[in-house]
């Protein structure tokens, strides 16, 4: 039996927020790993992840810290530009972006293999993979914060993320 957990970390948590926060967005996101380790989580799946774009490509910002609580990411997608002020000053140097992630236990990485998507990224965020017999889709539906209208300009396209 494998476990998988679904977390919004909404950019570690609230990003807008972080300013106002006793608790840095790394000692969030280790303070989430520690949960998904006591608990032997297997897969992760996030949503609202940063992801930074640089010149070796797209990379989770904090995929270092899941590495050595022993996860490693195997497939990504992003939903849009960051919209975020504070995460805007994460890096200069990078494009910062929000999407989802799929993480696994790094001693199962061997049997996880990203599914290629060519659906738009609108108005849903899917990542997939394939895990050995078993294809995982880590959606997350176009709301919050900056997008609740679209979720409703066009029901069908939600019909047809789902549907995919």
């Known amino acids: 039996m494998y476990v998988i957990c679904s977390i919004n970390v909404g950019g570690y948590i609230l990003g807008e927020m972080e300013q106002d926060s006793a608790l840095s967005r ?3 996101c280790q303070r989430i790993l520690a949960i998904c380790k006591t ?32 996860y490693e ?25 929000i999407g989802n992630v799929i993480y696994v236990k790094s001693v199962l990485k061997p049997m996880a293999n990203p ?9 849903a965020c899917m990542c997939q993979i394939q895990f050995k017999t078993i294809n ?6 176009c709301g919050g914060r900056f997008d609740d209208e679209n979720v409703f300009l066009d029901s069908e396209l939600l019909n047809t993320k789902l549907e995919s």
């Open 26 to 28: 790394q000692t969030i």
């Open 136 to 141: 995982i889709a880590n959606v997350h539906l």
């Open 115 to 123: 599914i290629s998507s060519n659906i738009d990224s609108r108005p």
């Open 73 to 97: 990411y195997v497939s990504y997608n992003i939903f849009q530009e960051n919209k975020s002020n504070t995460l805007k000053s994460v890096d200069t140097n990078t494009s910062v972006k």
């Open 39 to 70: 608990y032997d989580i297997d897969i992760i799946c996030t949503q609202e992840d940063i992801l930074l774009e640089t010149k070796n490509g797209i990379v989770p910002e904090y995929s270092s810290i899941y590495k050595t609580y022993g």
